[in-house]
């Protein structure tokens, strides 16, 4: 195993254990938050069995990690607008991501929405998004309600079935996770593609 798996590995098993905090609520908020803009591991691995918890706290636990990660996705903006050189592209090349980036960039203009909205739900890095974002200084106002209709989206569903179906649907969550997004994604492009040709 790498030194970066080994870091990753364990970063991981310390977010499960912090799920059982007294304090989880925060630990989540600042992963969320940390996670829109450098950190590598996403916040279902604490919400899920926070939210298995306390099942009745569901939408409030959603509610919040979107709410730090929207906040984190104007940090990572910020970088993008201000510190390219200094933060973000060491940032992208630690991650292996700047080829993307630089693919990415080229469709900004056109496609910035969808682009936001396409990573906010699916495993796609966010963080990568929300960098380029600021770099090519995409509309803010598009970048905010791209980012709180996918955060909010991606979160609030896997509170639902959590809340809904309980243990057995966080098993086929954490397996499924990527291609649960990636579904409901062409779901809804599909819907406003049908809408706009009625």
Do not use: C
Not at 10 to 15: A, F, G, L, Q
Not at 48 to 71: E, W
Not at 146 to 167: C, H, T
């Amino acid at each position: 195993m790498s030194y970066f798996n080994k870091f990753v590995k364990n970063i991981y098993d310390w977010m499960l254990a912090m799920s059982a905090s007294p304090h989880a609520i925060w630990f989540l908020i600042l992963v969320a938050f940390a996670e829109s803009s450098f950190f590598p591991i996403p916040p279902d691995i604490m919400l899920i069995p926070m939210i298995l918890a306390t099942p009745q706290k569901a939408y409030r636990i959603a509610g919040l990690a979107t709410i730090a990660s929207v906040l984190g996705g104007y940090f990572g903006y910020s970088i993008g607008v201000f510190f390219f050189d200094l933060i973000a592209k060491p940032i992208l090349s630690f991650y292996g991501y700047i080829q993307q980036f630089d693919t990415f960039k080229n469709y900004y203009h056109q496609w910035g929405a969808w682009i936001v909205f396409g990573a906010g739900i699916t495993p796609f890095p966010y963080k990568v998004i929300t960098i380029a974002s600021g770099v090519v200084r995409l509309d803010l106002l598009t970048f905010t309600i791209a980012s709180i209709l996918a955060r909010g989206m991606r979160f609030y569903l896997v509170a639902w079935l959590l809340k809904k179906y309980g243990s057995p649907m966080k098993i086929f969550i954490e397996k499924h996770l990527g291609l649960l997004s990636v579904i409901f994604l062409i779901l809804l492009i599909g819907g406003f593609v049908i809408i706009k040709y009625l």
